[in-house]
């Protein structure tokens, strides 16, 4: 944080956002990887941290392979990483070759029609175009099914004239260790690698899946949610550092006697006399009203409930026991961040991480830092 902003200064809340730690959770998963290179999953803006600051900072720890999700995502990313190789997850949209062409866009190709619109796009262009093919394994969502895979194995020749930069398929349960359809999926994921041409590089990890071990990792991983701190799974500790920080400026703090209903609706009544700090974040910037009398928020090292519901731009929360060196109209409160991580807020609020993340509001005042290793948000 810059305390000399004058911007930051005199906002009522910030979104603070640590490039440095976004890249050592690239090196941490590069090191769990041992020797496999790693892809960055950067649609839905890099996750809500921004994808044209983070797709650089990733470049700059080596990851020369990033995945959005739309078009229009990708040719918005392409300036931030000129040299990188820039790929499309939700396929090829029929008449938007040339879009694709024009911004050097790798689409991921999802269904034969695809394949050979992009075939007959680089016959008429005189070349091999690069694609990636997205086989499904069992996650039923996107990629080839049983039906179209059929059809290469009677012809495989559906699949020349595309200069294929990986095979790709995604895991539906990787976050649970346990589940068995994650050994289905790799099982089938190797018989279908098995009958393509010799030579086509897989990839195979999203985040979770890193953790699932080796037998997962193939030749590249695209972790998304990781490189923004978000746990592989409920059953490891999570090795990655959260590189966000929402702060929300006290506004007025309040005495109340025992028995006084706050916020709307008056769903919650105070049990004791207590000291209620009125905070700027609401559901308008992401703070999800699902966190109505079950959210955190972190004040002077204490964790402090949030008590009645939340509203467009306030929650309202008991600071009863901080004590009024800190908690005072003016002061900033983490309402999401190392302390009260978007996991743990997820929890509460009966979501996950990544819905958190991707639904941070645009009213904060955005602020990257750099921080060197060693030296964290907290
Ligand atoms: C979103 C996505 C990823 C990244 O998933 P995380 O769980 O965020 O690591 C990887 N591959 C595909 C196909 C995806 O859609």
């Not at 930069?165 to 098995?194: G, W």
């Not at 920080?245 to 006697?257: C, D, M, N």
């Not at 992401?286 to 204490?302: D, F, K, P, Q």
């Not at 009024?324 to 983490?334: D, P």
Request: proline content about 6%.
């Amino acid at each position: 944080m810059n305390p000399r902003d004058p911007a930051a200064e005199g906002a009522l809340s910030r979104l603070t956002i640590d490039l440095g730690a976004v890249r050592r959770n690239y090196r941490r998963l590069l090191g769990r990887l041992g020797g496999v290179s790693c892809a960055g999953v950067v649609k839905a803006d890099g996750y809500g941290l921004g994808a044209d600051r983070v797709a650089p900072a990733l470049w700059a720890e080596g990851c020369r392979v990033f995945f959005v999700a739309t078009l229009e995502e990708a040719v918005r990313l392409r300036p931030a990483v000129p040299d990188a190789t820039v790929c499309c997850l939700n396929g090829l949209l029929a008449g938007t070759e040339a879009v694709f062409a024009e911004h050097r866009i790798v689409p991921v190709l999802n269904a034969l029609d695809q394949v050979a619109r992009w075939r007959r796009f680089g016959d008429t262009a005189g070349r091999k175009p690069p694609a990636i093919l997205h086989v499904d394994t069992g996650m039923n969502r996107l990629g080839l099914g049983e039906d179209e895979w059929q059809r290469v194995l009677e012809a495989p020749d559906v699949l020349d004239g595309v200069d294929w930069l990986y095979l790709i398929s995604h895991l539906a349960s990787a976050d649970e260790p346990e589940a068995p359809s994650n050994a289905r999926q790799l099982a089938r994921f190797r018989q279908v690698r098995q009958r393509l041409p010799q030579g086509m590089k897989a990839s195979f990890a999203n985040s979770s899946g890193i953790f699932l071990g080796p037998d997962y990792h193939f030749d590249m991983a695209r972790p998304g949610i990781a490189l923004y701190g978000g746990r592989p799974n409920l059953r490891d500790p999570n090795p990655l550092e959260c590189p966000v920080r929402i702060e929300g400026r006290i506004l007025q703090i309040r005495t109340v006697t025992a028995g006084t209903a706050v916020g709307y609706g008056g769903s919650w009544t105070s049990p004791r006399a207590s000291r209620i700090a009125t905070v700027a974040a609401g559901y308008a910037d992401g703070y999800l009203r699902s966190l109505s009398g079950v959210g955190t928020v972190a004040l002077g090292g204490r964790s402090c409930p949030v008590v009645g519901r939340v509203s467009m731009d306030l929650i309202t929360v008991d600071v009863t026991d901080v004590p009024s060196a800190e908690a005072f109209a003016g002061a900033f409160v983490e309402v999401l961040g190392p302390s009260v991580t978007p996991d743990d807020a997820a929890d509460a609020a009966g979501t996950i991480g990544y819905e958190l993340l991707t639904s941070l509001g645009r009213r904060y005042v955005r602020h990257y830092v750099e921080t060197p290793a060693g030296d964290r948000l907290a």
